[in-house]
């Protein structure tokens, strides 16, 4: 069973819909207990930094969370999701759960027809293979919607950028983690593909020419 | 560098779609969910449904419809028509609408911009605006007036003021509908767009009078919108929204090829 994190951030109707679309089984759930039981767990997220931290720690789900990543099951964050998986995010000046060296930045622009937020379509470029990205192709492009970007300290965790004004990490891993700034929910067939391929992954993954200790 | 994105509107009255000339005379042509689908599979961008069922006693048809569209179509969707309180926003966000479009409520009571912004994040918030083209006197120096009802009502405001006001409310993105040029398919307003897009700094989707591809590239580019929103000239078959956008690519812009 794979879980969708419900911490109260929002619309997750749309990843629940993308799952079933591609045969993957997904419940809700708010419950620590599950999230040690799940066999994946998906981490959306829209909203505030400050609040979905709030919202995680009331529930436990912060801990149950770090918990399950130790213990290897393969876990997808999206947007918010991500942001939280590095050590501090500028927005409302949050602590997060540090499982990634790094920080999540408000983007500043010096270009003035450069919007903030950063919404639409806009290509990843893949920078490292990792299962979860497979068949994301030079060209393909995502859905994004964020004011705030993530700037992990260690290349090695970078799998993708996409450039607004200068290149940013769009997609992120470290071992069984992986997290996406954009909405592969809302990405039409390539977004769906990720999908596919995150049920299909056993969490196993190491960066290109890293040897990790075990 | 993100992408012009190409937007398709649906006219949904009854759970039927609908297509209005100047916003008078809708005629029914087609199954909305039917359509959804044959547009997203053909590369659009974002989709955009508006409700303009009169009854109120109808109006749950349309959660229906977002919730049948959602399952199916995986890009961004947004939906306005009769949204008055961050209840009916939130009934529709959990159906399955990424974006809340308010328009007429909100020029009766402003407040609503920042409580659904607040409620739903602003990112999710999209002012939909009806612009005609006025006299430029002390009330609208702008020369644009806003027209709430479908078209019918004036209201007096400065369309560019109201563009301002709305973004300093909260309003992640903006539609701007010229219902001079609405229906007529002889190209976008495009001095009314640019004067809203340069002047704010949340993207605008230029809406009204789309007949050719030649418009969509006038109104991203001369128009600097971020997005350009077409009816008719798909609906009726004329192009198809992959045509359109072959056409902006091979013109230079950037644009979503890979779908």
Redesign the interface.
């Known amino acids: 069973m794979t879980l969708i994190l419900d911490y109260d951030a929002?619309?997750l109707?749309?990843v629940k819909?993308?799952c079933?679309?591609v045969g993957l089984k997904a419940e809700f759930s708010a419950d620590p207990a599950a999230v040690a039981q799940a066999e994946r767990i998906i981490f959306p997220g829209?909203?505030?930094a400050g609040s979905a931290m709030r919202s995680l720690a009331e529930r436990g789900l912060d801990v149950a969370l770090k918990r399950a990543i130790a213990n290897g099951t393969p876990v997808l964050g999206i947007c918010l999701g991500m942001q939280v998986s590095l050590e501090y995010s500028e927005e409302n000046d949050t602590q997060t759960l540090g499982l990634i060296a790094g920080r999540v930045q408000r983007f500043q622009l010096n270009h003035p027809?450069l919007?903030?937020?950063?919404?639409?379509?806009?290509?990843v470029r893949v920078q490292q293979p990792h299962p979860v990205l497979a068949g994301i192709?030079a060209?393909?492009?995502f859905?994004f919607?964020?004011?705030y970007y993530p700037k992990p300290t260690a290349p090695e965790h970078v799998l993708a950028v996409t450039?607004?004004e200068d290149d940013f990490a769009c997609a992120l891993g470290k071992d069984n983690y992986v997290g996406t700034q954009f909405h592969p929910?809302?990405?039409?067939?390539?977004?769906?593909r990720l999908f596919e391929n995150f049920a299909k992954w056993d969490g196993v993954w190491q960066p290109e020419g890293v040897i990790h200790a075990q | 560098?993100?992408?012009k994105?190409v937007v398709a509107c649906l006219d949904v009255r009854d759970g039927h779609l609908a297509k209005s000339v100047k916003f008078v005379n809708t005629q029914n042509i087609g199954d909305p969910i039917e359509k959804a689908r044959e547009y997203?599979l053909d590369g659009l961008?974002e989709l955009v449904f508006y409700d303009i069922t009169a009854s109120s006693d109808k109006r749950n048809i349309m959660l229906d419809v977002v919730e049948s569209v959602?399952?199916q179509v995986?890009?961004?969707l947004s939906v306005g028509g009769g949204i008055r309180s961050v209840a009916d926003a939130t009934d529709l966000?959990?159906?399955?609408a990424?974006k809340i479009n308010v328009n007429s409520a909100a020029v009766a009571r402003p407040d609503l911009i920042n409580e659904c912004s607040e409620a739903?994040?602003d990112?999710?918030i999209v002012l939909s605006m009806d612009v005609r083209r006025v006299e430029a006197n002390a009330q609208q120096p702008s020369g644009f007036e806003i027209v709430i009802n479908g078209g019918r009502k004036p209201t007096g405001r400065d369309a560019l003021a109201w563009a301002l006001e709305g973004e300093k409310r909260g309003a992640?993105?903006l539609v701007v509908n010229s219902i001079d040029a609405d229906g007529t398919r002889d190209g976008y307003d495009i001095p009314l767009t640019a004067m809203i897009a340069e002047a704010v700094?949340?993207?605008v989707i230029a809406s009204g009078g789309a007949g050719l591809p030649e418009h969509l590239h006038d109104v991203l580019t001369r128009g600097?919108a971020?997005?350009a929103l077409v009816a008719s000239m798909v609906h009726y078959g004329d192009y198809r929204v992959s045509g359109l956008k072959q056409y902006l690519h091979d013109q230079g812009l950037k644009i979503?090829?890979?779908?």
Do not use: C
Not at chain 1, 115 to 123: C, D, S, T, V
Not at chain 2, 93 to 96: P, T, V
Not at chain 2, 256 to 259: A, D, L
């Open positions: 929002g619309n109707g749309s819909r993308a079933t679309e829209v909203g505030a027809e919007k903030i937020p950063h919404m639409g379509w806009n290509e192709e060209g393909d492009e859905y919607v964020h004011g450039d607004y929910e809302k990405s039409g067939r390539v977004g769906l | 560098m993100l992408s994105r997203y961008d959602a399952s995986f890009i961004p966000r959990l159906a399955g990424e739903l994040g990112q999710n992640g993105e700094r949340i993207p600097k971020d997005a979503r090829m890979s779908w």
